[in-house]
């Protein structure tokens, strides 16, 4: 399957090392910059396309990596013309584009997976399968974390571009919290005061479930540039599973001390498998055989929901029932 890549960021450069390094074929670039297009192609050995619709056109599949508020129009656009597409969290800024856009897929009999790598992560993976397998009893209580440095790119910062720190980052957590124990009954959120001009931003979430268990989600930009903390407890009737990127070392990503900070923190410290490169694969496999994505569509649908549901909460101070 021939593998045309837009949106040449941070995002852009970890599916195509991934690729590469899968030996995938990925063979097309696109990006508006056309400098930042060539060094892209040339770094890949890609051939670049003077056009989105060039590149759709090329291919079998379209990884877009652009930003979330360019997803409905270019994912649209790929089904339109044939193309399957793999598409970088989060699906979309609001529930009804992101259902516009798996109606998009539906209509066209195209096939869309979204990447929300943290259930491609091996601890967190392992963490679901002894949950599945009943090793640990009934779960009542669940607490994620992860916290990283403010990104760097501007769009980010812009709610009404990003959709905000729970939108672009809780949402990998609050998935996570759905696949382990399916859909909450309420939510209630508090944030940290806005700091005028700062992008700085901290929330903790409270998921209720029917039978009542919790999970505390924890999220923030608000680390110095370069660290990155994750962490994952679930705590079950008949056990506990707990781990911290701070076991056994704060998990930092180090840059020289006259260079800038990095645009975007990644979780990737002391892991031996890559987990992009896990996602990928699978969704590839996905593809060519025709079996189900680990990550729904109506999944990354309902993660936004929810990641929405958290914002809001946080804004007004009050409990929302979601269910």
Same mark, same amino acid.
């Given at each position: 399957?021939?593998?045309?890549?837009?949106? !040449?960021?941070?995002?852009?450069? +970890?599916?195509?090392?991934?690729?590469? #390094?899968?030996? @995938? &074929? $990925?063979?097309? %670039?696109?990006?508006?910059?056309?400098?930042?297009?060539q060094g892209f192609a040339n770094e890949y050995g890609l051939e670049p396309t003077d056009s989105y619709e060039a590149l759709v056109r090329a291919v079998d599949v379209v990884d877009i990596c652009t930003p979330t508020f360019t997803h409905l129009e270019l994912?649209?656009?790929?089904?339109?013309?044939?193309?399957?597409?793999?598409?970088?969290?989060?699906?979309?800024?609001?529930?009804?584009?992101?259902?516009?856009?798996?109606?998009?897929?539906?209509?066209?009999?195209?096939? !869309?997976?979204?990447?929300?790598? +943290?259930?491609?992560?091996?601890?967190? #993976?392992?963490? @679901? &399968? $002894?949950?599945? %397998?009943?090793?640990?009893?009934?779960?009542?209580?669940?607490?994620?974390?992860?916290?990283?440095?403010?990104?760097?790119?501007?769009?980010?910062?812009?709610?009404?571009?990003?959709?905000?720190?729970?939108?672009?980052?809780?949402?990998?957590?609050?998935?996570?919290?759905?696949?382990?124990?399916?859909?909450?009954?309420?939510?209630?959120?508090?944030?940290?005061?806005?700091?005028?001009?700062?992008?700085?931003?901290?929330?903790?979430?409270?998921?209720?479930?029917?039978?009542?268990?919790?999970? !505390?989600?924890?999220?923030?930009?608000?680390?110095?540039?370069?660290?990155? #903390?994750?962490?994952?407890?679930?705590?079950?009737?008949?056990?506990?599973?707990?781990?911290?990127?701070?076991?056994?070392?704060?998990?930092?990503?180090?840059?020289?001390?006259?260079?800038?900070?990095?645009?975007?923190?990644?979780?990737?410290?002391?892991?031996?498998?890559?987990?992009?490169?896990?996602?990928?694969?699978?969704?590839?496999?996905?593809?060519?055989?025709?079996?189900?994505?680990?990550?729904?569509?109506?999944?990354?649908?309902?993660?936004?929901?929810?990641?929405?549901?958290?914002?809001?909460?946080?804004?007004?101070?009050?409990? !929302?029932?979601?269910?």
């Amino acid at each position: 399957m021939k593998i045309g890549i837009v949106g !040449l960021g941070t995002m852009g450069h +970890v599916h195509a090392a991934a690729y590469r #390094r899968m030996g @995938a &074929e $990925l063979k097309f %670039a696109y990006d508006a910059d056309r400098e930042v297009l060539q060094g892209f192609a040339n770094e890949y050995g890609l051939e670049p396309t003077d056009s989105y619709e060039a590149l759709v056109r090329a291919v079998d599949v379209v990884d877009i990596c652009t930003p979330t508020f360019t997803h409905l129009e270019l994912a649209e656009q790929a089904f339109a013309l044939g193309a399957e597409v793999i598409l970088e969290k989060p699906l979309a800024l609001t529930a009804a584009e992101g259902e516009q856009i798996i109606r998009a897929a539906r209509d066209t009999g195209r096939r !869309l997976f979204v990447a929300m790598v +943290v259930r491609f992560f091996p601890q967190y #993976r392992r963490t @679901a &399968e $002894l949950v599945r %397998a009943g090793e640990l009893g009934e779960v009542g209580v669940v607490r994620l974390k992860r916290v990283a440095f403010p990104p760097q790119a501007g769009w980010f910062r812009d709610p009404a571009l990003s959709g905000g720190m729970p939108v672009d980052l809780m949402i990998h957590d609050l998935d996570y919290a759905r696949w382990l124990l399916g859909d909450p009954v309420s939510v209630f959120a508090r944030r940290s005061n806005p700091i005028q001009g700062e992008p700085l931003e901290h929330v903790q979430a409270l998921l209720g479930y029917q039978n009542g268990a919790m999970v !505390l989600v924890e999220g923030g930009w608000a680390y110095p540039p370069g660290y990155f #903390r994750t962490s994952l407890d679930v705590a079950g009737s008949r056990g506990l599973v707990e781990w911290s990127s701070d076991q056994p070392a704060p998990l930092e990503t180090l840059f020289p001390k006259d260079a800038p900070p990095p645009a975007l923190g990644l979780p990737m410290a002391g892991l031996e498998v890559d987990p992009y490169e896990l996602e990928l694969k699978h969704a590839l496999a996905s593809l060519e055989s025709g079996d189900p994505f680990d990550v729904s569509p109506d999944d990354a649908l309902a993660a936004l929901k929810l990641a929405i549901a958290v914002r809001e909460s946080a804004a007004s101070g009050r409990v !929302l029932e979601v269910a």
